[in-house]
């Protein structure tokens, strides 16, 4: 098993940013590949970004590209995601999520092995 705790969420005005986090324990960090969904009220769970293992690899959605940027610390254990340019259709429960010696791309497509409980980001307008 694999435990995910995130944080960083909040409220903030749109063009403002929030740096989210994300803790892992369980398992060897580094097998895993690292994510971030989201989910809006009344919306599907949708992909947002992706990591491979070493950090070398990432995937974004297009909604974010430009504006937000992955990353991890596996010393940490944790994963990151820098939210820059906020906009109010960025509101949405944010989900990390790991999987287990995969591709990005397949985090993208076939979901994650796990998933933490989320983090709440508001962006007013």
């Known amino acids: 098993q694999v435990q995910l705790v995130e944080s960083g969420g909040g409220l903030v005005q749109a063009g403002g940013s929030l740096r989210l986090s994300c803790a892992a324990s369980?398992?060897?960090?580094?097998?895993?590949?690292m994510g971030w969904f989201r989910q809006a009220p009344g919306k599907e769970r949708e992909f947002v970004a992706a990591i491979s293992w070493s950090g070398g690899v990432t995937y974004y959605a297009d909604s974010v590209k430009g504006r937000f940027t992955i990353s991890r610390d596996n010393a940490k254990n944790t994963v990151y995601l820098q939210m820059n340019s906020l906009k109010p259709e960025d509101t949405a429960v944010y989900y990390c999520?790991?999987?287990?010696?995969?591709?990005?791309?397949?985090?993208?497509?076939?979901?994650?092995?796990?998933w933490g409980q989320g983090t709440q980001v508001t962006v007013s307008s």
């Open positions: 369980g398992r060897t960090f580094s097998n895993y590949a």
């Open positions: 999520a790991a999987k287990f010696r995969t591709t990005v791309q397949a985090m993208r497509d076939k979901g994650p092995d796990y």
